[in-house]
């Protein structure tokens, strides 16, 4: 055994290069080991554990957004080791660059001063210096500063290149040890050499280091040690690899040789990425293809007819997508590209104009096309399921004769629709707009579920009534269910809960189901003065973030369900924080929050989404 360099203290790494055995056809693997006099920090933990708080660091100032000038990913070099049908690959720019660093601080900056970061100042060379602050408090004899600055290039990568097929397995062993399946982390390097010698620091300066193995694989030198998570290391030109064994290891490096088939080169990856914006903070991309394709062929073993009748479904939804997070303009804005859903989902843009139908205080609004078809198109694989276990065609047709039609046949008739919730003088409410394909069907199914709810109100203690009422020229329906026990009370100084009632018109193009005994008169009487689509706050997000003729929309009003909740918890609020925590402590960090917004559009064979969180 020769010593080939000083680790430290009493700790030297020896070689022992073995004579090659017979069939070996003259290739050993090189071993290594660290002699030591204690057991230490596994060498890997020490890395993770440093890119680990940067990372969380880099998380808790990730509250900001990017405008969508530019376009085409930028992806990191890490994304060369990683195999195109990876289930999942993230990466973050723990250095950001100049433009998001700023739109960072201005953001954090309407947040209260934690006299904790600088706003003035860089964020990324004050995350290190926090770093390297509580290192030395833990003398741990490294810092960041002058050990990992020095070869990292500011970005974090972590790869699942594999989910073992056990974990579908039926039934699923409850005292079995899960398989640990294949994972990386990679820190981007500037400087190999530099790169070496920081990570030998760490080792050395690590409290349990095991004792590694050495294996040359595509000119790599890997270094792995047995019985731990993540029991490999290897250091390239351009990354610092941690995985979970050699095997792993030598596979990214085999795909990084490859030059072929990788996230960053694979067409039907790049045509989403490339719809998303070059600068950011975060990127993902994902493919669970052949994920599902094992889940499905082990779920078939246990239940053929459900997992044709789930094979079905899935055929036509996206299981691959990339999506991005970065920051500009006091947003934080996440966008996503996946491929387009097909068949019974396929979505059109279109502006359907619900948003003036519904009041203009709404608290979470959604809106899409296409409903009723894709809900049939679920529902009728799963009857198909049922009907082929034991008395399961006769409980469908039970409940389809009590209903009187089949199931597909009861949300069929809707086409375009928006749901929303809200509250109006610190009263709930909830409700649906629906655009009906067929009007006929649409007043012939909500009769339905009128009379369904008669026969039971034919019994005095179910609690149940119905009623009609005419509201300027359209027919009411009211079906309420009123709780026999209310008034009880709960000796908590609750209100009982006493029942709830649920509403629906039909007009000539619409039919709208209300939850409460507000919803629907709202909308009968409502002025588009008075409509969401006349609140500039929702107006000016949708238009920014890609306008009103999309394939949905999503809305969420922050400040306006922070009010509602204040204006009805007001007085348990004072009752149970009599020191005034929340008023000092709590709203304050809350009160920047504004909204968030979400717009799907499909173009082509992609469907793109643009969210973001807009702060005051």
């Known amino acids: 055994m020769v010593p080939v360099r000083d680790f430290g203290v009493g700790r030297t790494l020896v ?11 003259g290739v050993e693997p090189t071993v290594s080991q660290i002699v030591q006099p204690a057991a230490r920090t596994p060498a890997w933990r020490v890395v993770v554990i440093a890119a680990v708080a940067v990372l969380a660091v880099a998380i808790g100032a990730l509250v900001g957004s990017t405008l969508l000038a530019n376009r085409a990913a930028a992806i990191g070099a890490a994304a ?13 720019r723990i250095e950001p660059s100049e433009a998001q660093d700023a739109s960072l601080r201005e953001i954090l900056g309407r947040f209260p001063d934690s006299g904790e970061i600088d706003l003035d100042e860089p964020l990324y060379p004050q995350m290190v210096a926090a770093i390297d602050e509580m290192l030395a408090a833990e003398g741990a004899g490294v810092s960041w500063e002058a050990d990992v600055a020095t070869w990292f290039d500011g970005r974090l990568a972590f790869t699942m290149t594999d ?37 030998a620091k760490l080792l050395a300066a690590s409290r349990e280091s095991p004792s590694f193995t050495t294996v040359e694989h595509q000119g790599t030198v890997i270094h792995f040690s047995e019985g731990t998570e993540f029991g490999a290391y290897a250091v390239t030109d351009d990354q610092v690899l941690v995985g979970t064994d050699a095997e792993t290891l030598q596979g990214a490096l085999d795909t990084h040789a490859d030059g072929t088939g990788t996230v960053a080169e694979l067409d039907e990856m790049t045509k989403l990425t490339d719809e998303l914006p070059d600068d950011w903070l975060m990127f ?78 709404v608290l979470y609004y ?38 009187g039609a089949d199931l597909e046949e009861l949300v069929s008739w809707i086409d375009d629709g928006a749901i929303v919730i809200g509250a109006t003088e610190g009263e709930p409410y909830a409700g649906m707009v629906l655009v009906p394909n067929d009007m006929d069907a649409a007043r012939r199914r909500l009769d339905q579920l009128a009379s369904f709810a008669g026969l039971g109100a034919l019994d005095p203690s179910s609690g149940l009534t119905v009623g009609e009422e005419d509201v300027d020229g359209v027919t009411v329906t009211t079906i309420t269910w009123t709780d026999p026990n209310a008034g009880s009370g709960m000796g908590l100084g609750m209100p009982s809960f006493e029942g709830f009632a649920v509403e629906y018109a039909v007009t000539d193009d619409r039919a709208i189901v209300g939850f409460g005994d507000a919803f629907v008169r709202r909308v009968l009487a409502l002025e588009e003065a008075d409509s969401l689509a006349a609140v500039a706050r929702y107006t000016d997000a949708v238009a920014e973030f890609g306008g009103p003729e999309s394939a949905g929309i999503a809305w969420l009003d922050i400040t306006g369900v922070r009010e509602a909740i204040e204006t009805a918890l007001g007085p348990m609020l004072e009752a149970g924080d009599p020191g005034g925590m929340y008023a000092s402590e709590i709203r304050p960090w809350l009160l920047p929050l504004d909204r968030l917004v979400g717009v799907t559009r499909v173009d082509g064979d992609v469907m793109t989404q643009r969210g973001a969180l807009l702060f005051e």
């Open 366 to 403: 959604s809106e899409a096309g296409n409903i009723g078809q894709g809900f049939a198109a679920v529902i009728e694989p799963m009857k198909d399921a049922i009907a082929d276990v034991p008395d399961g065609e006769e409980q469908i047709r039970t409940l389809e004769s009590a209903l």
């Open 15 to 25: 070689t022992d290069t073995r004579p090659p055995s017979a069939g070996s056809n």
């Open 284 to 361: 993902m991309t994902y493919d669970f293809s052949d994920l599902m394709a094992e889940a499905m062929a082990a779920g078939a073993s246990a239940s053929p007819e459900m997992a044709e009748a789930f094979g079905s479904l899935m055929e036509h939804q996206s299981l691959r997508g990339a999506m991005a997070i970065s920051a500009a303009d006091g947003r934080v804005l996440l966008d996503a590209a996946t491929d387009a859903p097909t068949g019974p989902f396929a979505m059109e843009n279109a502006d359907r104009g619900l948003s003036g139908e519904v009041p203009g205080d």
């Open 80 to 92: 060369a080791y990683v195999p195109a049908d990876a289930p999942f690959y993230v990466e973050f």
């Open 163 to 199: 989910i073992p097929t056990a974990a579908f397995a039926d039934p699923v062993d409850p005292m079995g040890v899960p398989e640990v399946p294949p994972m990386i982390l990679l820190l981007g390097v500037t400087d190999r050499t530099a790169a070496e010698d920081g990570i």
